[in-house]
């Protein structure tokens, strides 16, 4: 099971743990994910993610996940993430 968002692609960072006396040991920063479902409104179909609770955040500050993939440059999105927005967009087109 990966670490990953499967939207933004955030992942496990690493770092010291500085102790008092100034001891470095590794350790390891694991990102927030949860798993929730997300409702696209223009496809009509819902998507069960693991997300990170920032990206969470952000989408529903966005007004769900249609805007926040539309607002959101490619580069930024997990190749996941880059199918559903191709496919919101196919069926907007399709609308019109």
């Not at 920032?54 to 190749?79: F, M, Q």
């Amino acid at each position: 099971m990966a670490k990953k968002c499967d939207i933004s692609g955030t992942g496990v960072m690493s770092g010291n743990n500085v102790s008092h006396a100034h001891n470095k040991t590794r350790r390891r920063f694991l990102p927030n994910l949860q798993v929730v479902s997300l409702l696209s409104e223009t496809l009509g179909k819902i998507f069960k993610l693991k997300v990170c609770s920032k990206t969470l955040r952000t989408i529903e500050h966005n007004g769900g996940l249609d805007a926040y993939l539309e607002s959101t440059s490619n580069s930024k999105l997990t190749p996941e993430a880059q199918k559903i927005k191709k496919s919101i967009a196919k069926s907007k087109a399709a609308k019109k």
